[in-house]
């Protein structure tokens, strides 16, 4: 089930991403038990797609990322992502990035500074794994 996800940390040098897939809240309290502080991260894959089911106030509050992405397809018959989930995004004043309304989400860390993306037709010359897509700003 969702509460069966694998949440994997990825750091890369000073700069670091969470990955929850379809964790809900349950799951979320059970790594907070187990991992505390380890959790924080400068990027959150919010978990089960922005659902209201997950991003607890507890887990944003330990991970406290400067970015949040939320995975979910364009008019979902689920209603993802819910908005009670964005509510606390938006407290915590912390930006999402959401697929559903900017398709393909891709961001990049040199170790210090964390790259956004966005498709364009131009080609980001300084790049060449990311030919179709241009740095649009830095974070850090």
């Not at 509460?3 to 000073?14: L, Q, R």
């Not at 509050?61 to 979910?72: D, E, F, K």
């Not at 992502?81 to 398709?103: F, M, N, W």
């Amino acid at each position: 089930g969702n509460n069966d996800s694998i949440v994997m940390k990825v750091t890369y040098e000073n700069s670091s991403f969470l990955f929850t897939g379809d964790a809900e809240k349950e799951e979320e309290a059970a790594i907070l038990e187990k991992y505390g502080s380890f959790v924080s991260a400068d990027v959150l894959k919010a978990g089960h797609h922005g659902s209201s089911t997950s991003s607890s106030e507890e887990f944003i509050t330990q991970v406290s990322p400067s970015v949040a992405i939320i995975s979910c397809g364009t008019g979902n018959s689920y209603g993802h992502p819910h908005q009670s989930t964005l509510d606390r995004y938006a407290a915590h004043r912390i930006e999402v990035y959401r697929t559903d309304l900017l398709g393909a989400v891709i961001l990049a860390s040199d170790g210090e500074k964390i790259m956004y993306y966005e498709e364009s037709g131009a080609s980001a010359a300084d790049n060449p794994l990311f030919t179709a897509w241009v740095e649009k700003r830095y974070y850090f």
